[in-house]
Each structure stands twice: as C-alpha cells, then as structure tokens.
C-alpha cells in the first residue's frame, strides 16, 4: 500500500497530523477555522483528536518564537474529515484511512502488537527482580547478613581468624586502602556495637585477594 500521508505509529493507536491532512485535503480556508467548523459535527478532544502547540517554522526552514497550534488526529476522525469534504480527493483519502485501519485491526498485527506488550512487560518484570534482589543484597549487606560481604568482625569470626581488636582495626585500614586502590567496591553496614556504628564491609573476592586466598 503506497503511502499517502504519513502515520504516526509511536502512540497506542494510529494518528495521522492535522495540518499535513489539511495540506493533502488542499483545504482552501484558514487551518484554525477549517478545523474549528469540523469540530462542530461532533469530535472531542482527547478523544478524537490531541492539540499540539508548537513553534512556527518560516519558508527558509528558520524557527520562529511564535506559537502554532496542531493536532494528531485519530484514523477514524481524519477518515470522517476525508467524507465531510465530499470532494475526490477526500474520498481517495478516506479510502486510504480505511485500509489503515484494517491493517491496524487485523488478527495478524493483533497478535504482533501483543507479543510487543508481553515482551515488554517481560523486560519490565525482569528489570523490577532485578531491582528487588540489588534492594535484599542492599539489605542483608546493612545488616551484615550477606554471605558475599564481610566486616573484619564478621570475617574474623566466620574464618576462625582469632584476630585482636588491634589486629583487626590495622586489617580494616589496610583493606579499605587495597580496595580503594583496586577499584573495589566497599559497602557500609550497620552494626550492634554503639561504639561502631556503621562499618566498612567487603567482598570475599577483595578479602581472599587482599589475603592472598585462592579461589
């Protein structure tokens, strides 16, 4: 089907440009009270039809401060502005509209359209888990219950490391310069101890590196 007019397929359903149509219709009166009278038979906004504001562009393509208004129109509002004009070229343009809307409502594109919304929810959903679990990871870090992140109190006592609070404040100091140094992500958690507050933990990874541990 060879394209008359250009739509806009980017909103849920179909639209088609008013002023373009008007151009196409070759409508002699004033776009503003050409679109005014056929709003008279009956169209609404926000449901046939959405206004756009927008700059005025000059002949030579330069933009101009002032305003204009627009409007997108539905399929089947510009295929009834096509038959109100009873013109030939109304009518190869209402026949145009038509076929448009068969496409658009055919079991095919149907289908098309709903395995794009599956889709997208699919992603949608994936993305929300994904959120959920960096918020629970977020949460057992700050409560220092995550398994992949370790305070020095936790690590020392977790690996049977019997370190000292002297030995374990130097180890602290040390591996967060390793980790700055390294680029390695440090995370904050908070901790029972008053005397504490919230404290640095780290990675396995960055501990069994910094210890030289294998993996």
């Known amino acids: 089907m060879n394209e008359l007019i250009r739509i806009n397929y980017e909103n849920e359903t179909p639209s088609v440009n008013g002023r373009e149509l008007y151009k196409a219709l070759q409508i002699k009166t004033a776009y503003t009270d050409w679109f005014g009278r056929m709003c008279d038979y009956g169209f609404y906004e926000n ?6 504001l927008k700059n005025v562009i000059r002949a030579d393509g330069a933009e ?3 305003k204009q208004y627009d409007h997108q129109l539905s399929i089947n509002m510009a295929k009834q502005l096509c038959m109100l004009q009873r013109t030939a070229i109304g009518r190869k343009f209402r026949e145009y509209f038509i076929k448009i809307e ?7 594109k149907i289908m098309e359209r709903a395995m794009q919304i599956a889709h997208q929810r699919a992603i949608e959903a994936e993305r929300r888990i994904m959120q959920l679990e960096e918020e629970n990871d977020v949460l057992q870090i700050s409560l220092n219950q995550s398994r992949q992140y370790y305070t ?5 006592k977790v ?3 019997k370190w000292n609070m002297e030995q374990c404040k130097k180890i ?15 995370r904050k958690c908070e901790t029972n101890d008053e005397r504490f507050g919230s404290v640095n933990s780290y990675t396995l990874t960055a501990w069994n590196s910094y210890l030289g541990i294998e993996d």
């Open 47 to 52: 449901r046939d039809y959405e206004t756009v």
């Open 102 to 108: 068969e496409s658009w409502n055919s079991p095919e």
């Open 152 to 156: 020095v109190a936790k690590y020392n």
């Open 64 to 66: 101009m401060p002032q």
């Open 172 to 186: 602290g100091k040390a591996l967060s310069i390793y980790c700055n140094h390294n680029d390695i992500r440090i």
């Open 159 to 161: 690996f049977h490391k």
